[in-house]
């Protein structure tokens, strides 16, 4: 089965210092790995992706994620978090193996980011 | 990025009554669309993906007749949530993606901001 785990309900992290927010992620083939950062009361917003080629992706706000395929991990990083990186970050994912690229996205449970000043 | 524009951001309703939801792709056009319902703390349930011009594929548990989905353009989806009860009550989540090739990224699902569904 395809599942998707974000082993932290919440993440605190002092303003300045690096972030990480964890993934571990379960498909039958090889994978698609999105995340995705919420703020309250809106939508999801898209952070990065990782489709193919360099396990290392930047994205959005400074934000980025390595791809390592022998621990089934993308985890999402920041070297220097800032108070507005406060939000709710889900990660997600979309097995090459059931639906290829229209297959439907799974989402973790979500991370809470707080940053503190 | 690609919007996704959901109105209404929110809905208080009384207890029977309908409400639609609209979710339109204001610059690209949704070849797939999804809803999502999602509750307090908790991640995003898919309720349902529609292409555009067919009929919508509804996950398992969901019922396709108190969740109307209408997918009629390449721009424009909506959801109708048929005689509310408060059980109903909760943050609903459209989003859409292009899987036309040269068209937006087709590895992308982009969201709209939500809707605040409140059932009195």
């Known amino acids: 089965a395809q599942s998707v785990a974000q082993p932290e309900d919440q993440v605190n992290v002092a303003e300045g210092n690096p972030l990480t927010v964890k993934c571990t992620y379960s498909v039958s083939g090889n994978p698609y790995l999105f995340w995705y950062v919420q703020y309250p009361n809106r939508g999801l917003q898209f952070l990065l992706k990782y489709i193919t080629g360099d396990n290392l992706v930047k994205g959005s706000y400074g934000f980025e994620a390595e791809f390592n395929k022998s621990q089934t991990s993308f985890h999402l990083k920041k070297p220097s978090a800032l108070v507005s990186d406060s939000a709710l970050y889900f990660c997600a994912v979309r097995d090459r193996n059931y639906g290829g690229s229209q297959g439907n996205l799974i989402f973790g449970k979500g991370t809470k980011l707080s940053v503190k000043p | 990025g690609a919007v996704v524009s959901q109105h209404p951001s929110r809905v208080i309703c009384k207890s029977g009554t309908s409400v639609k939801i609209e979710c339109r792709s204001l610059d690209f056009q949704a070849t797939t669309m999804f809803w999502y319902r999602q509750f307090p703390k908790k991640s995003l349930m898919l309720m349902a993906t529609s292409n555009e011009g067919s009929k919508a594929t509804y996950e398992q548990g969901v019922e396709k007749d108190k969740f109307l989905i209408n997918h009629a353009s390449l721009t424009l989806s909506t959801l109708t949530v048929t005689s509310a009860h408060p059980e109903d009550s909760s943050f609903y989540i459209c989003?859409?993606?292009?899987?036309?090739?040269?068209?937006?990224?087709?590895?992308?699902?982009?969201f709209g901001a939500g809707t605040r569904l409140s059932v009195l």
């Open positions: 989003s859409a993606r292009d899987l036309r090739s040269g068209g937006r990224d087709k590895n992308i699902q982009y």
